[in-house]
């Protein structure tokens, strides 16, 4: 008989014959198969709760993978792991914490520090990542001092003192507390938000496998800067925002692929040049600022792939305040090429803002970077 033949409407199905198990011979009338009107036979083809779509494999993951997983979870999520089921209850206790005050919900500032307080103390630790708002700082310090003395936060590889961009900005006179230091072995990222940098705190600074390093509103000495930068040997990205205290920077570093500063307009006391001395591994080398313009020199970075923002547009119509690149001989001025001796070869991305669209500026341009594979051309837009 053919398949198709006993799948057709005129087939009547075989008895299955009743399976020989363990000598118990089946009861008078039982055919073997499941009888789809009996409840037993319904439930016992149903899977066990919480299985379905197949067996949980996440669950019978190893505590310290599990509480990997968690700690990469943002803070809300990860404590209500715990309610899961009982397997899950001691995860989050376990896995380094995580506590990211951004994520958390809070109704003011006062419910936020509540929050935090009852987490480092519930937590045993170590930590993993601890983010707070940078005005804590001011309005809290003996608090937050508190909090980064906690046993939650030993061992911790990343710290953030984030600014709210929709504050007005203002740099704290007073320095973040002694204790924002004692992770100096452990850290691999680092952001300073809205404070102040003393010479006494940063000279003695060293971070080993600081890998990420932000300043954002941050006062601080050109001296301390070059020290800061310096006592931390593998260093990969530096971020620089609003920087007060310094008008020079020089890049030495052995490790460093991305650098990215940003000035704050309407103050004198701020970064103009950045010179780019021994930068064997940089990559990107990025100005996100609009109106002023920045002098950059670039002298050893064999691996510069990514440049911008070059600009013609200034906060004040002086010549000056254009932005400036120099490679070598090779001089830019604003969207202008000064003087062209010698091209560069090895960007491969460019980016540049432009007041009025010109063909002519941008086919010069290229002729500066004859291996470009992408320019991004932004145009000013004038609100009348």
Known sequence: MTDMEASGPGFKKRKLAAPKTLGVSPAPGDTGAADPKSPRSAHDQQPPPGTEGGPDRISNLADAILGEIVSLLPTKQAVRTQILSPRWRHIWSTAPLNLDCESLPAADDDVLAGIITR??????GPGRRFCVPSGFLRDRAAAVDAWLRSPALDK??????????YYRPQTLQQPPPSSTFRFWATLRVLTIGNCNLPDSTV???????????????????????????????????????HGFGFRSLRINSLTLRIVCVKNYRMCSDQLKELIVENAPCLQSLLHLDFDYGLHVSVVSAPKLET??????????SKQDDLSRLVF???????????????VVSTVKSLAIRMKTLSLDMVIELMRCFPCLEKMYIQVMVLHL
């Open 156 to 165: 911790l590889q990343e710290l953030e003192f984030w600014f709210k961009p």
């Open 307 to 316: 440049l911008g923002r070059l600009t013609d547009a200034v906060y004040i």
């Open 203 to 241: 000279q003695r600074l060293h971070f080993p496998l600081l890998k990420q390093l932000g300043l954002e509103l941050v006062s601080i000495s050109e001296s301390s800067l070059h020290a800061l930068v310096a006592g931390c040997p593998a260093l990969d990205c530096l971020l620089i925002k």
């Open 328 to 342: 070598g001989s090779t001089v830019i001025q604003g969207l202008r090429v000064d003087t062209l001796t010698t």
């Open 119 to 124: 987490t480092v103390s519930a937590h045993p």
